[in-house]
């Protein structure tokens, strides 16, 4: 008699445990790519520190990705992420290669060698980036490549311990002799994240030991300033959520292109002047040290701060004043542009004529009492009072290049932003915040107005679209920094809309008209909107 099982032949009863996997191998196969994908990144990483950090696969990725952006989708991101945007970036690129290694891992699985091409491929797209970076060299494209080799390696390991079907180690699988079981998958792939992860903490690690920038500036010991700033009176009219007169360090704003801050130590730095010059100066950071100092309070704004934005901050900068090391090389008739070029590439062009024209261009060493932060240009960088800091403030400067508008064009002209970009007079409402909620009876309405190299001579507030009324100002030690203004308003229940508007030492007033910051800054009354109950 045949054997039953609830009314059904047992030999028509397939075991729980011989289900097929396909969908379970479909997994483990995308999850073999991921970590194949991993391997190769961690490989790069790790290799890029025998070289130079710029050459690891995703900054260098990162990095093209950033220069073939167009100008107004930066303007996007910048406005959208702030200055989280480089992580923004760095997170994309990350979930895109992880779906993109997901997919390789299911390539591989079913039609084999064809994911490892698509590894291939990444590894000469990560090589093409690394060697087409300013600054590059040949050997720039080894991480990528070794990168490669870990990662394909590592998916041919991974793959064949996918599952292949079945119930691994069930009894059908292990008849049907369809691969390893999926212990020793989950063995494999632990070990693979293993590599990944020790990879990317060990190529961490070892750049903090080998790019010893942030040892180096710890032993810097500024000198005390030739011509200091003096102490600022009657600039802070301590008005609660008003912007301090100086930006602390950690608050200053940070807009640029650098997806890792460049290491570049002090002992080793120095910079060329050349071009257009009678006698070529190289000058090291000892010697530059040796020179007179200036300390000077500087406001300085980035050209893609909307109007009321956040990207403007003052600072006490120490530095070397430019123009005589420019006298000193002699500069030739014609050399109408000062090319700034940073340790990572970065090209910023400055109008010869401004930076030797009397005000405080210097080459800073210091900044509010201490030497740069590695983030704003450690060791030296450029500051030019009254320009965007995309024609003039060079970070982590390493080369002064003497030439002229018409033969070069820096980084952001040739991305359609305007050579000519002197700061333009603006106001920002720092308190009441936008949309906040009032008490009625007198409301502090308070923030900055700047307009570098000439000054604020007053500030003005109205209130739903009435007359402007005058508000009262602090004091201006300097025009190379803005000043701090304050009004008192009667508020009134309701709902209210605050504007305010600048007029310059010159006597020229904030416009109204309101511009997007491309291609040379914005324009516009700061206008907020509160409610009074």
Not at 153 to 180: C, D, F, K, S
Request: charged share 20%; with cysteine.
């Amino acid at each position: 008699m045949r054997e039953v099982h609830e009314g059904i032949p047992m030999a028509q009863v397939r075991p729980a445990t011989a289900r097929p996997t396909a969908l379970a191998g479909g997994w483990s196969a995308a999850l073999a790519g991921v970590l194949a994908g991993a391997v190769g990144v961690g490989a790069g990483e790790l290799a890029a520190v025998a070289i130079r950090p710029e050459a690891a696969p995703l900054v260098a990725v990162g990095s093209e990705v950033i220069d073939r952006t167009p100008a107004w989708l930066k303007d996007v991101a910048v406005r959208s992420f702030g200055t989280a945007d480089k992580a923004v970036l760095l997170g994309g690129i990350l979930a895109l290669l992880t779906l993109a290694a997901a997919v390789v891992g299911l390539l591989e699985r079913r039609y084999p060698a064809a994911g490892l091409a698509g590894i291939v491929a990444v590894g000469l797209l990560g090589a093409y980036a690394a060697v087409h970076r300013p600054e590059a060299r040949f050997v720039d494209a080894a991480p990528s490549l070794l990168g490669a080799v870990a990662g394909c390696l590592a998916l041919t390991r991974l793959i064949r311990a996918v599952p292949a079907g079945g119930t691994p180690g069930g009894p059908v699988g292990a008849a049907a002799g369809l691969g390893p079981d999926r212990r020793g998958f989950l063995r494999t792939a632990a070990v693979a994240a293993g590599v990944a992860a020790a990879a990317e903490v060990g190529g961490r690690w070892l750049q903090d030991r080998r790019f010893t920038a942030r040892r180096s500036r710890l032993a810097v010991r500024l000198p005390a300033p030739a011509s200091p700033a003096g102490p600022a009176s009657s600039v802070d009219l301590g008005v609660p959520g008003a912007s301090p007169y100086v930006t602390p360090n950690a608050g200053f704003y940070r807009v640029d292109t650098a997806l890792i801050v460049p290491q570049v130590p002090a002992q080793t730095w120095s910079l060329r002047i050349h071009g257009m010059v009678d006698r070529p100066v190289t000058i090291s950071y000892a010697e530059l040290l040796r020179r007179p100092t200036v300390e000077r309070l500087i406001t300085l704004t980035c050209v893609s701060n909307e109007v009321g934005g956040p990207y403007v901050g003052t600072a006490r900068w120490l530095g070397v004043l430019l123009a005589p090391l420019l006298r000193e090389a002699g500069v030739r008739p014609g050399a109408d542009q000062l090319v700034a070029r940073s340790a990572d590439g970065m090209t910023i062009g400055t109008p010869t004529a401004i930076a030797m024209d009397g005000r405080d261009a210097m080459l800073a060493l210091g900044m509010n009492g201490e030497p740069l932060p590695l983030e704003h240009g450690f060791p030296v960088r450029m500051v030019v009072p009254g320009l965007y800091g995309y024609v003039s403030a060079c970070k982590w400067i390493v080369d002064l290049e003497l030439t002229t508008f018409d033969a070069y064009d820096p980084y952001w002209v040739a991305r359609g932003w305007a050579k000519q970009a002197p700061i333009k007079t603006e106001s920002r409402i720092d308190t009441p915040r936008a949309g906040a909620g009032l008490a009625a009876g007198r409301v502090a309405v308070a923030g900055v107005a700047w307009a570098q190299h000439r000054g604020i001579r007053a500030v003005e507030v109205r209130v739903d679209g009435g007359p402007w009324e005058p508000a009262r100002l602090a004091g201006q030690p300097t025009t190379d920094a803005w000043r701090q203004w304050v009004y008192d308003w009667d508020a009134a229940p309701g709902r209210h809309t605050l504007e305010s508007r600048a007029t310059d030492g010159t006597g020229q007033p904030q416009t109204g008209q309101r511009v997007e910051p491309f291609p040379d800054g914005a324009t516009g009354w700061h206008r907020i909107e509160v409610v009074v109950v």
